[in-house]
């Protein structure tokens, strides 16, 4: 892996810095009836739910332990948590540690039955 810049590494201490700041607030502020946290742009101008809506919700649950309740509020995103996770767990690494998890990149085919499963899944909850 290549050498970063002092300045990589440091963008990456504040992303990672932000990312547990957030989780600390999202913790310890229900987004439910708050006006900290902003509406979904895609529901608000349409009045429908694109595939993300109920996702920071549902994050809160999963920080408080409840399983259920947030695969009630949005379970495609509940599914693709671990993905995220890995994600960026994988860039840390590689930034700090200088080496990479092991990759996980799906075919073109899956990838696109992934998006086909986004689509559907919007469409099917207005339904």
Known sequence: MERLTRR??????????TLVAAATVLYLVSPEG?????????HWATGWK???CGSLRASHALLHGNLGAAWRL???ALL?????????VDWL?????????PRIM????VAY????LFVIYGIARNL
């Open 8 to 17: 990589e590494r440091l963008l990456a201490a504040l992303f990672l810095a």
């Open 34 to 42: 708050t006006k900290l946290f902003p509406p979904c742009p895609f």
């Open 50 to 52: 694109c595939p993300g």
């Open 74 to 76: 949005n379970p495609l």
């Open 80 to 88: 693709f948590l671990p993905l995220l996770l890995w994600y960026v």
């Open 93 to 101: 690494v590689g930034v700090f540690a200088g080496r990479r998890l």
């Open 106 to 109: 799906p075919s073109p085919v």
């Open 113 to 116: 039955g992934l998006v086909g």
